[in-house]
């Protein structure tokens, strides 16, 4: 079993997959930084000073609070 996990490995496609993983977690901190830090303040100030740090959804039964 030890040996078919090394083989798996050294194949690339694990770690290539790893490698994405971590690349695309890391872009996702980015937008959504840019968005809650430059743009959402932007629009607020454009629109009248609002600010969304606040803002909440209900769907249904559902409560979701969305967090900057």
């Not at 629109?47 to 606040?54: D, K, V, Y």
């Amino acid at each position: 079993m030890l040996k078919e996990f090394k083989e798996f490995i050294s194949k690339g496609n694990a770690i290539d997959l790893a490698i994405g993983v971590i690349i695309g977690v890391a872009f996702g901190a980015i937008i959504n930084s840019i968005v809650a830090d430059l743009l959402m303040p932007i629009i607020g100030i454009i629109i009248g000073g609002i600010n969304f740090s606040g803002l909440s959804v209900t769907v249904g039964e559902q409560f979701c609070l969305m967090e900057s």
